[in-house]
């Protein structure tokens, strides 16, 4: 393991969960939208993660299990979860028989997946901070 490789894991696992709250905070934005800008209904959007390897040098084999991984972002896809249909005859994006089609956005699943990823942050963080610690005081053993 290299002097850095506990930072760099940190970090990416604190930029992967901030990637996925701020796609949880676009899906409970449009929670309540009927149409987005290209007037279609919004559809709810999840984030994918892999594990990768780090970067190391020295001939590690990076097919076993047991090396060092970090968080990377593989992309983000759409909920193919069906609409939440509203009777509503007077609104303007009812269709002929007066439903609406709302997002497939549940807010209490956002808010708890919200909690979920900002703990998951505060892990990574604890961790990025118990590395800098360690560093520390191994310099101060080193003097």
Known sequence: MGLFDGFEISVSGMDAQ????????????????????????????EILFSAMPLNQTGGIEFDRMDELRKVSTVGVV???????????????????????????????????NMMDAFRSYEANLTTFNASKDMMKKAFEIWR
């Open 78 to 112: 759409e909920d193919q979860s069906p609409f939440r249909r509203v009777h509503m005859p007077g609104h303007p994006d009812a269709d002929e028989q007066g439903f609406v089609e709302f997002p497939n956005v549940e807010r209490f699943e956002e808010m708890v």
């Open 18 to 45: 901030m990637r996925r709250m701020r796609l949880i905070a676009s899906n409970l934005a449009n929670a309540g939208s009927t149409r987005s800008v290209d007037g279609q209904t919004y559809r709810r959007k």
